[in-house]
């Protein structure tokens, strides 16, 4: 397997109360636990409220999934106007056009130019500009989470230690990188077993690194920007893989600020994950 493989898997795998109103869906979602307790939407918002990180697992190209966001998100700046949005789907050298675009200082045409979107992240933008709309109509911060791509595929193809120093600018110190855990490793490895084979562990190893950058350089965001907004709660909307568990950026977060309060909320999650202990706090299904 070749290095430009490892990069196009490493891509492939990634898919993968203030006075409020109750709130009202388009179309009334089922909510429950890991242990298959079953909550209503207002009572699992009143638990989020809580919570400094909220993150909402989608899959990309779920439709249905992005229209819950967006309900969420709405719900939630009900309770709490001091809110900010992470998003997987925009890269850290690009912040700059979503605050001119948040400012009114760009069109929407511009914004989607400017982040370069259609090529670094390749979804439709129709399931991603109402949240942000929504965010300018409510001067919320967007923040620009992701890893810039060229570093990404670069460490798939040739690890870390390839890495020049104008290269580490939008990724923490390369120190902070921690390749763990063991169960997060496992797990990938069976994902990149069934796409590239057996393959060498020389391959693997750096896919693996790629992941966590990753992971890593989006925990380093959030935290980055709690640090200098101690009054915002952030909700993050990014792939399930990088939530489930809490091995991809949740325990990342923690670790720069531990004993942090964090819940996960999966979308319209596959049948299998449904009666997975600790891999979520929340399963919203609306489909």
């Not at 690890?159 to 496992?186: C, F, N, Q, V, W």
């Not at 640090?227 to 990342?252: E, M, W």
Request: glycine share 6%; with cysteine; proline share 6%.
């Amino acid at each position: 397997m070749t290095g430009k493989s490892i990069a196009k898997l490493c891509a492939l795998s990634l898919s993968l109360f203030v006075f409020w109103t109750a709130p009202s869906y388009a179309q009334t979602p089922t909510i429950t636990t890991p242990t298959q307790q079953k909550l209503d939407a207002q009572t699992v918002l009143k638990q989020l409220k809580q919570s400094r990180v909220i993150y909402l697992g989608e899959t990309h190209d779920s439709e249905a999934d992005h229209r819950a966001q967006l309900e969420i998100i709405r719900s939630l700046h009900q309770q709490n106007p001091k809110l900010a949005i992470g998003m997987e789907m925009f890269q850290r050298p690009f912040q700059s056009g979503l605050d001119s675009y948040l400012a009114g200082a760009s069109t929407e045409t511009m914004l989607r130019e400017f982040t370069e979107f259609d090529k670094r992240w390749g979804y439709s933008w129709e399931f991603y500009y109402p949240i942000i709309s929504f965010a300018k109509e409510n001067q919320l911060p967007v923040i620009a989470l992701n890893t810039p791509m060229e570093v990404t595929r670069k460490v798939a193809r040739q690890g870390l230690e390839s890495l020049t120093a104008d290269e580490k600018r939008y990724i923490p110190p390369i120190d902070e990188i921690k390749l763990e855990p063991e169960r997060y490793r496992d797990r990938l490895q069976k994902i990149f077993a069934a796409h590239a084979g057996k393959g060498s562990s020389r391959w693997f190893n750096s896919f693996f690194q790629a992941q966590v950058l990753w992971d890593e350089t989006m925990a380093d965001a959030i935290v980055q920007f709690l640090q200098k907004n101690p009054d915002r709660q952030i909700v993050v909307l990014a792939g399930q893989g990088h939530i489930i568990y809490g091995d991809g950026i949740p325990s990342r977060v923690d670790r720069r600020m531990p004993g942090i309060k964090q819940l996960k909320v999966l979308l319209n999650p596959p049948a299998e994950y449904l009666k997975e202990t600790g891999i979520a706090d929340f399963f919203w299904k609306t489909r």
